[in-house]
């Protein structure tokens, strides 16, 4: 169908109910939801109809139902703004991340709209596409496939706890945590309390482990650290305790700090850490006075029997941030691009001598 027949049809149906809900419109015309809901904006744009979550109504039927203060000359002001938050996991990690979202929301009197992609590509497309179909303003978005194609979707989109590399998706704004400075940070803790022979641990298959292994390695040769094994990052892949490829590297630690060959151990995430610590016990290796701990996510880490040391990113801030980069991108669509990156901060607990 035209665009010209689509925009004649929807007059219609708002001239005969009021009202339409833009993903059962498109289900009736067989076209997309965002093919509608692109049409509800030009529309909008020619002053025909009133945008409206999920819908849109025509203006005197909007300006009955708008609040007293509304201004008649501009039908889609006034109505409730809703932005998307679409991220991989609600169970670790990203619960800080929500909340520091939701409480931003709130304080700017817009809805937060949640959806749990779980790691699947496929899905989080899906979820996108349903939101923009029911009429979000913009999108929050912690991706975990591709991520060139939000670059053309007609919401404005921040990309969230996934750092830009090169100039990756330049018209599109980022907020992420600094792995890198996260973990040079922990190294530096580690080498003034005396530690010299530093090993990483990180489950490799983590979007994060590249930048905190980059931080690592930065950290150690800024201190001039000598290495202690002849590999000192070690990575669990996405593996755990019992198969090889998570028990091979950590034995290969283990030895080297029953050894005394290793004095300290970077462990990502906190449940590795955690292991790692009841391991290192039952190798009567004393901790922190043989090999200090610091932990990466600090999910779980002050929980311990003896408490790990953290790097904590700043999850809360960085949710908070990138609602309020996203409401000022959907306010003003032409000002700068942003890549905001938050620094995490240590938490120094007994496992590293605190």
Known sequence: MHAEHRHQAILRRLRDEGSLRVSDF????????????????????????????????????????????????????????????IVPS???????????????????NVRLVLDIS?????????????MIGD?????????????????????????????????????????????????????????????TRLALLVRGTSPTAQWITEGFEAGVRAAGLEAPLPVSVLDTGDAGPGSPEYDDPVEELLDAAAAGRVDAVIAHPDNHALALLRRLRA???????????????????????????????????????????LVRRIEHPDAPRHRLFVLPRLRVRSSSGG
Do not use: C, N
């Not at 779980?118 to 899905?123: C, K, L, N, R, S």
């Open 283 to 325: 190798r009567s290796v004393q901790v922190p006075g043989d090999v200090a701990i610091v932990a990466y996510d600090d999910e779980v880490a002050g929980l311990a029997d003896i408490p790990l040391s953290a790097i904590a990113p700043a999850k809360h801030e960085v949710g908070a941030s990138a609602v309020e980069l």
């Open 135 to 195: 009429g979000v303003d913009g999108l929050l978005v912690v991706p975990t496939g591709p991520r060139g194609w939000y670059e053309q979707l007609p919401v404005p989109v921040v990309i969230v706890e996934r750092r830009p590399e090169s100039d990756e998706m330049a018209g599109i704004d980022h907020v992420v945590s600094d792995h890198v400075h996260g973990a040079r940070l922990a190294v530096r803790h580690l080498a003034e309390a005396g530690r």
């Open 26 to 85: 498109a289900a009736e015309l067989g076209v997309s939801p965002v093919t509608i809901r692109r049409d509800v904006e030009i529309l909008a744009d020619r002053g025909l109809v009133a945008r409206v979550h999920g819908g849109a109504m025509l203006p005197e039927t909007w300006a009955e139902t708008a609040s007293a203060d509304a201004d008649p000359a501009s039908p889609t002001r006034g109505r409730e703004r809703v932005i998307g938050l």
């Open 90 to 108: 609600a169970d670790y990690y990203f619960p800080e991340v929500i909340k520091g979202a939701r409480e931003a929301a709130a304080a700017r």
């Open 118 to 130: 779980g790691y699947d590509a496929d899905e989080e497309r899906a979820q996108v596409e349903r």
